[in-house]
């Protein structure tokens, strides 16, 4: 997995990436209460604002971490936005993609680095 400095993790399936939050960002954000995810088939460049999250805190944007094209979207979250904060790193995964490039995924930092990084 990788991680970035907004939050994000990225795992490498196969030809798809997904992405999702980190537990310190769902942590920070409190009680996640709404999401909206892009439409699969979005091209995106990197650092597109491509998911909305607001909380009962803040509301937030997520930044597509790649160039690519969004595939698959979890269908689960805008019914049930609350998984975002019961399993950020599993199952509240927010899309995958197709990276146009995968060697962008090398300016992100590892485990441990993300670690250090939230301190």
Do not use: C
Not at 2 to 17: I, M, Q, Y
Not at 87 to 95: E, I, L, Q, R
Request: a negative charge.
């Amino acid at each position: 997995m990788k991680f970035t400095e907004e939050h994000e993790w990225l795992r490498v399936e196969g030809d798809v990436v997904v992405v999702g939050i980190t537990e310190h960002a769902s942590e920070q954000l409190g009680d996640v209460v709404f999401v909206e995810l892009p439409d699969p088939g979005t091209e995106v460049t990197k650092d597109d604002e491509v998911v909305v999250i607001e909380s009962v805190k803040a509301a937030s944007d997520i930044l597509a971490p790649l160039d690519g094209e969004i595939t698959e979207i979890n269908e689960a979250l805008p019914d049930d936005p609350g998984k975002v904060n019961e399993d950020p790193m599993g199952d509240a995964w927010f899309f995958k993609m197709k990276a146009s490039d995968l060697s962008q995924m090398d300016d992100y930092m590892d485990e441990a680095a993300y670690k250090e990084f939230v301190g």
